[in-house]
Nanobody
Framework: QVRLVESGGGLVQAGGSLRLSCVAS????????VGWFRQAPRKEREFVAA????????FYADSVKGRFTISRDNAKNTVDLQMDSLKPEDTAVYYC???????????????????WGQGTQVTVSS
């Protein structure tokens, strides 16, 4: 059974940075495609970033491209999301999600991920 735990959320001023971490247990994390999603109040959950099993390829939502960086360390079973130049509209609960195998072109669809963390709150003040 895969267990995902996110950490690193908090309150930051606009223009600041945060680094989120997702730690997996109970599995060989290198077998999983991993994505970050976020959900703001009264909004649907949306794709933020994803990374392939080897870490060689990354994908980003247009809204975060150039500001966020996803990376992974399979030896440590972790996937990080470095968030720079944060904006108030980045405020949301951020979730780590994982799915075995390659999601090909479906990495941005939340329903394709079978394992989810509990989420971590990110609040960006203006």
């Amino acid at each position: 059974q895969v267990r995902l735990v996110e950490s690193g959320g908090g309150l930051v001023q606009a223009g600041g940075s945060l680094r989120l971490s997702c730690v997996a247990s109970g599995t060989t994390f290198s077998s999983y495609t991993v994505g970050w999603f976020r959900q703001a109040p009264r909004k649907e959950r949306e794709f933020v970033a994803a990374i392939t099993r080897s870490g060689s390829t990354t994908f980003y939502a247009d809204s975060v491209k150039g500001r966020f960086t996803i990376s992974r360390d399979n030896a440590k079973n972790t996937v990080d999301l470095q968030m720079d130049s944060l904006k108030p509209e980045d405020t949301a609960v951020y979730y780590c999600a994982a799915q075995t195998g390659s999601l090909l072109n479906a990495f941005s669809r939340a329903t394709n991920y079978g394992y989810w963390g509990q989420g971590t709150q990110v609040t960006v003040s203006s």
